[in-house]
């Protein structure tokens, strides 16, 4: 298992660059977002749709920023590892309490092992965590790797954030 931190490029400025709505909790971000320079470049990963429905299901502050007419096309995923969206948290959101960041990871984690129940076969699992450390845009990535229950540990990484 790893989780890797680095610093992250200004959401709320990628946002509007892409012509996307921001936040004001938490969304999913597409693939290829960080490098886009225009909309028609980022994509859906196949398991977002899914990750959508975990999450609001489980009452958290998710929020759309595509529109529903501009879907981007989707990332089929045809490997053994689970690669699931990017999920950003504002500062409003995030703001130094990680409850919301470790009942995201639960609901996940919960649906995860209801989908992929056999125990002898070690699925991967790839997502990440951005988070808006500071009130002026400034973010910080936490890319994870690994098994499914391991995913618990991310948000304990979140304590030591610090706003350099």
Same mark, same amino acid.
């Given at each position: 298992?790893?989780? #890797?931190?680095?610093?992250? %490029? =200004? *959401?709320? #400025?990628? %946002? =509007? ?11 999913? +971000? ?14 859906? %990963? ?6 959508? /429905?975990? +999450?609001? @299901?489980?009452? +958290?502050?998710?929020?759309? !920023? ?7 096309? !989707? !990332?089929? @995923? =045809? ?10 948290? /504002?500062?409003?959101?995030? =703001?130094? &309490? ?5 009942? /995201? ?12 129940? &056999?125990? /002898? ?9 951005? *988070? #808006? ?14 098994? *499914?229950?391991?995913?618990?540990? %991310? ?6 954030? &610090? &706003?350099?």
């Amino acid at each position: 298992m790893t989780i #890797e931190q680095s610093d992250y %490029l =200004n *959401v709320g #400025e990628q %946002l =509007n660059k892409l012509g996307l709505k921001s936040p004001q909790t938490m969304a999913l +971000l597409p693939a290829r977002f960080a490098h886009a320079e225009s909309f028609e470049e980022c994509k859906h %990963l196949a398991d977002a749709a899914t990750i959508k /429905t975990v +999450l609001k @299901n489980a009452n +958290l502050p998710l929020e759309e !920023i595509i529109e529903k007419d501009q879907r981007p096309p !989707i !990332i089929n @995923n =045809n490997s053994y590892e689970i690669v699931l969206p990017a999920i950003y948290f /504002t500062y409003s959101a995030f =703001n130094g &309490d990680i409850g919301t960041l470790y009942e /995201t990871a639960q609901a996940i984690v919960s649906y995860l092992s209801k989908a992929y129940p &056999d125990p /002898t076969k070690e699925n991967t699992v790839k997502m990440s965590y951005v *988070v #808006e450390t500071h009130e002026q845009g400034k973010c910080k990535k936490f890319k994870y790797e690994g098994p *499914v229950d391991g995913l618990m540990q %991310l948000p304990e990484v979140l304590k030591s954030v &610090d &706003d350099e």
